[in-house]
């Protein structure tokens, strides 16, 4: 029996970042949406169960609503049976957690995330080397794909029934792992050294308050504080180190730092960080964010590092349908 498990996070997309900027606001209804969609093309594939988180109402209703539909008017192949997870509902990131360890314990062979950035870190050292497609539906959403959730779900399907290699379909992306004061946090793009005393409302839009950046890759396309790194350096996602950045006295670069907001941002310094190399991040009182959601609270600058590691296999969609063509064509 092939499985697939999907999470979805009904709480992303819903920081402040909506109301300081012109954020991307992806509702529950079609997330719901979304993962009936992701449901077709995992069926279309031959994935026979998919294992799924506890949702809002509004999520859970639309995915009833929507599939039901497409059944009775037979236009979709048989949807994978559906098992809801037995496990308790906090909208917290526990909810998410749990579920990945229920997942991981059933041995699912593939996991669908929906979420923003936040929710994708999550991912990090929980799920062995069962790959992920990570699908946005957050506010920032630089290490999740904007993908028609169909196509998703067909990438994902022919990789877990194993018509498609991990090796073939899949990349290894890096992680950076922050430590302070004991604790230890994932950043699947970037970790940000901030003056804000507080984690109040998570998400960072002060160009002003930010001392340092360290990234897992910087894409030019991207926005947030890996675009500050995209801006000085060349570093590709797939590329084998990181990259450390230093705010300060330099030139200038002008970068979007929350959707719809660019702006000026001084450079010192800038500095590769290769595989496996741990740094200390500057002792600045405040917090310490990751992937742009600070995170970690240093009331008097405690002593922090960084290490750049190997993150989760991420299927990645058009490398899996490529790889289908490839077989078609050498028979």
């Known amino acids: 029996m092939t499985r697939v498990g999907i999470i979805v996070n009904p709480a992303s997309g819903h920081d402040i970042r909506r109301l300081v900027s012109a954020a991307t606001v992806v509702d529950n209804s079609e997330k719901g949406a979304m993962t009936v969609r992701l449901l077709a093309g995992l069926g279309a594939t031959g994935v026979d169960e998919v294992l799924m988180m506890p949702a809002d109402l509004t999520i859970a209703r639309a995915i009833e609503r929507v599939s039901r539909s497409l059944q ?28 990945l360890a229920a997942m991981v314990e059933v041995g699912v062979d593939a996991l669908c995330v929906l979420g923003g950035d936040g929710t994708q870190r999550l991912v990090h050292g929980r799920v062995d080397e069962i790959p992920v497609l990570p699908l946005s539906t957050g506010t920032n959403n630089i290490y999740p794909v904007w993908t028609e959730a169909t196509v998703a779900g067909i990438a994902t399907g022919l990789v877990a029934t194993g018509r498609v290699d991990r090796a073939d379909g899949c990349v290894r992306e890096k992680a950076l792992e922050v430590t302070c004061a004991g604790r230890t946090e994932a950043a699947l793009v970037d970790v940000g050294v901030i003056s804000d005393t507080f984690a109040g409302a998570r998400a960072i839009w002060r160009p002003d308050h930010i001392h340092e950046v360290v990234v897992c890759f910087a894409d030019p396309s991207a926005i947030g504080l890996s675009a500050i790194a995209a801006a000085v350096t060349d570093l ?52 310490i964010s990751v992937d742009g959601e600070r995170e970690i609270e240093r009331y008097r600058g405690e002593p922090a590092t960084v290490t750049l590691t190997d993150g989760p296999w991420r299927i990645v969609v058009d490398q899996v349908l490529r790889a289908t063509r490839l077989q078609r064509d050498t028979g």
């Open 236 to 287: 590709p996602r797939g590329a084998d180190h990181g990259a450390r950045v230093v705010i300060g006295d330099g030139p200038t670069v002008r970068v979007p730092i929350a959707p719809g907001l660019v702006v000026e941002v001084p450079v010192a310094e800038v500095t590769p960080l290769p595989m496996g190399e741990t740094t200390e991040l500057m002792s600045v009182p405040g917090t």
């Open 72 to 99: 009775v008017q037979g236009l979709t192949a048989p949807l994978p049976q559906l098992t809801w997870l037995d496990q308790p509902t906090t909208y917290q990131a526990r909810d998410t957690i749990a579920a």
